[in-house]
């Protein structure tokens, strides 16, 4: 069972930067394909990128060019360097998995990003 920790959070005005971390437990890490995801309050969970066991990524167009995911397989974590940030990513960050994450079970506690205008 996957067991997730983010931290990195907070509150940034508009076109800062944030770094999230994800420390992960309870699964060989370096073998799986990891992903972020977020949720808006009133919306479904979405993804924001992906990042396969040998480094590569990919986002979803909302976030190209100012989001990088990158991942540390001897520290078994995941990070995501936000930069020049919008009020609508607004969100809390969760990692997790890449996969069907609608169906996933497990889920860390997220970590909490606010935008400011």
């Known amino acids: 069972q996957v067991q997730s920790v983010e931290s990195g959070g907070g509150l940034v005005q508009a076109g800062g930067s944030l770094r999230l971390s994800c420390a992960t437990f309870?699964?060989?890490?370096?073998?799986?394909?990891m992903a972020w995801y977020r949720q808006a309050p009133g919306k479904q969970r979405e993804l924001v990128a992906t990042i396969t066991s040998g480094g590569s990524a990919n986002y979803v167009d909302s976030v190209k060019g100012r989001f990088t995911i990158s991942r540390d397989n001897a520290k078994n974590t995941v990070s995501l360097q936000m930069d020049s940030l919008k009020p609508e990513d607004t969100a809390v960050y969760y990692c997790?998995?890449?996969?069907?994450?609608?169906?996933?079970?497990?889920w860390g506690p997220g970590t909490q990003v606010t935008v400011s205008s």
């Open positions: 309870g699964f060989p890490f370096s073998s799986y394909a």
């Open positions: 997790n998995l890449k996969g069907d994450f609608k169906s996933f079970a497990s």
